[in-house]
């Protein structure tokens, strides 16, 4: 691409407040109408012609080496068309529902029926699937010890000392649509997959790789997708056997995982414990700390998660270990570690300050130094807060809920997260009818990537969103990222609004001659392309294109590139308030309060819905969820809706949602934020149940066995 | 409980019904692991039938539905479920396949005009008796008021359970036009989001009973 002389260097940069019509307004995501109606096309909708279905046999023990595998009975069953060994006599087995064999047949029920008649037997191996118990565990394997300052000097020193041991478990993304794909091969070297992923640009090399064909020769589509959290970013093993058993049989493939093995094997967020001291000043200034975490995410054990958290105490020292088990493997679940070491840290600094005497919104606020450089905003954060939750007026210390046996308590916890806008690259069209294109491989997983495209081109080129296209999810546009780490939003606006900002210099220098002027003065506004000084000087939008003849105007952008248009950093802080009834053990959220930044907003509406949906997830983890695994057969037992619990609509509560924005937030960038606001809610819950009863419930889920045990030595002091 | 709400159930022979009822006949339950044929099954429980019964499958037989107000014909085995009829050979893929067990309500259409998991109900069983669709509701350029709340309150995210939920909030509002928050928590509990949007359902639900947005 050779540069061009005529065309005007361009200062990339967002728009500011007051010249935004589209920018941070309060936008209806596009494709809520295909989505209400039940016209989107998810992968799992899909059903190209010929299409057969795959079913994969599984094995039930949770450490295991397969002896005997025979497929010649499954073969001869009525419908059948493919069958392959996955993990074939002499592989070990290293979690319960890890794929042994597929078949493909011409309807679901047939292929059910000839995986009953897989023969696969099995040499049952020893397992280990209890990783809180850190002490019985075969292999530990201990982390390096970050430590800082003094910290046995510190803690003996310290007016005020907690101890205590937190524990957060093993849960499951629970994706509603289940991982898979479909696969067919459109000739015998090119592959066409409808995948359910987060990262369409990746997914296709991994295809490739499976199946010995080169990456540009597959093609991953997907429009639609019904959840991942973080735990669909791989091809994974079934997708390439998927895009085998496609060739093997001649036909397309559908393979879509049941929702047991979907609960079971295609979901894992580590679990993590800890055992945490901390020592304060008289006055509540943090001054030493000193703990030991461990937890599990499978085989490959689990990351360290951040502990301390959002505080760094000058003298400090913690050590992580990870366990492996014979669990299935850890996925990235929605800002991967944080919401562990939110937990462990937040349920320490609260008991800190019970001992202290002191409300914990003081405690928190007197440590703001320690949290570095986002101190100023969970300041400005906390207040907001404050006054949104009568935290102030209606704070109680610990165990003063109430007199009758529904105690009432409040509790908050903060966080933080990165979210710089990933490798993205943008291609705009004008089209000469006027008609803008935005095409990039990106994704929407229901976060709002199509809308914040479609506003990013739509504000830039000065036209309603209606008049704007954007196409994404399919591997013949440009590559862009994966949709982790919360870095989407940053990396498709910035590279759009480059693209966009590229093509209209191009029709600026088309324009300006028509004008009488130089294309560094023009600008695009309502449908016009006009002289900014004189806005009365002016080409209708369809005038403009007009000049660009017969052939289409095609831009690029990419990200990262020149200009502030994205960054990294946010905080948040959230306040819970919950009743908890003493006799039964159960807790229900009054309300949640969530006061977040992002930096600019591109869409109001859907970054709230972020929020908001970060809140329910968080009040199902903090109440419900936990992958339960039988101690004694290695597997999993609660693999569907009803005994693996996630929150209904009726068990939330009222929800307010807070989003920071104006000068000192804005002039950031665009930051992402999927992941964040769901770090704090398991542990503002947990504090706000300890607020209530008087008592720390130590480890989520907050069932109501676990409220009943943490009662129980106190019911036991007092009838004594 | 049929008119409260929650939880959505066929009127007929639901399939855990049927597996119920087979596995007291024979083997059907334990399947899976032992290789029970449905043909050695239905020969073992046939004297038991009374008289008159009319015996279809195991193979496929063709059935005719009412959905929509379209009628559609397909041949099917017996153990086909509405759900599956619908998506895989109907084309009618609104309603989502999530738990395949009747808890999750991904799957609400209408059957006689009533919230059913269509994924617990047998495709046969359903065959002739009015079903409505979340593709019967409303188009993309001719929105629903309800589904137009939907979008308005951003009442989706992944969009995966949408169709259920509303479905399961139209059923609401055609026996009670103007509900409370309670009652729409009530009618809406047998229906799970993974993305967390009840508090755009709540507002979407309310604003379509406040504005007569059922039809």
Request: charged content about 20%; hydrophobic content about 40%.
């Amino acid at each position: 691409m050779p540069e061009k002389d005529d065309t005007p260097k361009v200062e990339y940069r967002w728009p500011e407040a007051k010249d935004c019509r589209l920018i941070g307004k309060r936008i209806s995501r596009l494709d809520g109408p295909a989505k209400v109606t039940g016209s989107a096309k998810y992968t799992y909708d899909t059903h190209p012609a010929g299409m057969l279905y795959a079913k994969v046999v599984r094995c039930p023990h949770a450490h295991a080496r397969v002896t005997k595998l025979d497929l010649s009975a499954a073969r001869r069953m009525p419908g059948v068309r493919a069958a392959r060994a996955i993990n074939g006599p002499g592989s070990e087995i290293q979690w319960a529902l890890d794929e042994v064999a597929v078949l493909a047949a011409t309807s679901e029920e047939a292929a059910e029926d000839a995986a009953r008649a897989v023969v696969v037997e099995y040499e049952v191996l020893p397992h280990f699937v209890t990783e809180e118990q850190i002490d019985r565990a075969p292999n530990v394997k201990a982390g390096e010890e970050e430590a800082a300052g003094d910290p046995e000097g510190a803690m003996a020193a310290a007016a005020v000392r907690i101890k205590g041991r937190y524990g957060i478990p093993v849960v499951a993304h629970n994706c509603l649509e289940a991982h898979g794909q479909i696969c067919e091969w459109t000739d015998k070297d090119n592959l066409t997959a409808w995948c359910s992923t987060q990262a369409v640009s990746a997914v296709a090399g991994q295809l490739a790789e499976g199946v010995g064909v080169p990456a540009a020769n597959v093609r991953v589509i997907t429009q639609y997708m019904g959840g991942g959290f973080g735990s669909k970013f791989s091809a994974d093993r079934w997708g390439v056997e998927c895009a085998r058993l496609a060739r093997e049989a001649g036909a397309p493939v559908k393979l879509m995982l049941e929702r047991a093995p979907e609960l079971t094997v295609a979901g894992d967020r580590p679990s993590a414990y800890a055992e945490i001291e901390v020592g304060a000043a008289a006055d509540g200034t943090i001054t030493a700390w000193s703990s030991r975490s461990w937890g599990s995410g499978g085989p490959g054990g689990s990351g360290s998660p951040p502990v301390p958290y959002v505080f760094q105490p000058p003298n400090r020292r913690h050590r992580h270990s990870s366990i492996p088990t014979h669990k299935a493997s850890a996925r990235a679940w929605r800002a991967p570690n944080h919401p562990q070491g939110c937990f462990l840290t937040l349920s320490a600094i609260e008991d800190l300050a019970h001992a202290l005497k002191m409300d914990p919104l003081a405690l928190v606020r007197k440590n703001l130094p320690i949290t570095g450089k986002l101190a100023k905003v969970y300041g400005e954060e906390l207040a907001v807060a404050d006054g949104l939750m009568g935290w102030k007026e209606r704070w109680h210390p610990r165990g003063e809920g109430g007199k009758g046996p529904v105690k009432q308590g409040l509790g908050l916890a903060l966080h933080t997260w990165g979210g710089r806008g990933h490798r993205s690259n943008c291609e705009v069209t004008i089209y000469p009818d006027g008609a803008a294109e935005a095409k990039l491989c990106s994704q929407d997983l229901g976060t709002g990537t199509r809308t914040v495209v479609a506003i990013v081109l739509a504000e830039t080129l000065g036209l309603p969103l209606a008049a704007v296209k954007v196409s994404l999810g399919d591997t013949r546009y440009p590559t862009s990222g994966g949709s982790g780490g919360s870095t989407t939003v940053g990396g498709v606006s910035a590279s759009t609004r480059r693209a966009a900002q590229n093509a209209l210099a191009e029709l600026f220098a088309k324009a300006a001659p028509e004008l009488g002027t130089t294309p560094d003065l023009l600008e695009a506004v309502d449908g016009t392309v006009r002289v900014k000084a004189s806005p009365e000087h002016k080409l209708t939008w369809r005038q403009a294109v007009g000049l660009l003849g017969r052939t289409p105007l095609t831009a690029s952008g990419a990200n990262p590139g020149p200009g502030d248009l994205t960054n990294s950093g946010v905080g948040g802080v959230q306040m819970a308030d919950v009743s908890v009834d003493v006799e039964t053990g159960i807790v229900r959220i009054n309300k949640m309060v969530a006061v977040q930044d992002c930096g600019l907003i591109i869409d109001l509406k859907t970054a709230e819905s972020q929020v908001y949906g970060s809140l329910i997830m968080g009040i199902s983890y903090a109440l419900s969820e936990e992958k339960v695994t039988d101690p004694v057969t290695g597997i999993m037992l609660n693999t569907d809706f009803d005994s693996y619990k996630l929150a209904g609509i009726g068990d939330v509560g009222e929800l307010v949602v807070h989003m920071m924005s104006g000068p000192g937030y804005d002039e950031r960038g665009v930051i992402g934020l999927a992941e964040p606001p769901v770090v704090s809610p398991g542990a503002a819950i947990a504090n706000a149940v300890a607020n209530a009863v008087g008592v720390r419930v130590p480890y989520l889920p907050l069932t109501p066995e676990r409220v009943l045990d943490a009662l129980a030595p106190a019911t036991d002091g007092r009838t004594a | 409980m049929a008119d409260d709400g929650k939880p959505p159930r066929s009127p007929g022979l639901s399939r855990r019904d049927f597996l119920r009822g087979s596995a007291a006949a024979g083997a059907l339950g334990t399947g899976l692991l032992a290789g029970a044929s449905v043909v050695d099954e239905r020969k073992a429980s046939a004297p038991r039938l009374e008289a008159g019964t009319e015996i279809v499958g195991p193979g496929a037989v063709p059935m005719t539905f009412r959905i929509n107000g379209k009628t559609f014909d397909a041949v099917l085995e017996p153990r086909v479920t509405l759900l599956d009829a619908l998506r895989d050979h109907l084309d009618l893929t609104g309603a989502k396949r999530v738990c395949d067990r009747g808890s999750c309500g991904a799957c609400t259409v209408h059957l006689d005009g009533k919230p059913v998991y269509a994924c617990s109900v047998l495709a046969i069983e359903a065959a002739g008796r009015p079903i409505a669709t979340v593709e019967g509701l409303g188009s993309v350029e001719r929105l629903h008021p309800l589904q137009a709340a939907f979008v308005d309150n951003d009442a989706q995210q992944c969009g995966f359970c949408t169709p259920g939920f509303v479905m399961a909030a139209k059923a609401l509002l055609d026996r009670n036009p103007d509900p409370s928050l309670d009652e729409v928590h009530h009618a809406l509990s047998g229906n799970f989001c993974r993305c967390g949007t009840y508090a755009g359902m709540r507002r979407a639900v309310l604003a379509a009973a406040k504005g007569g947005g059922h039809a």
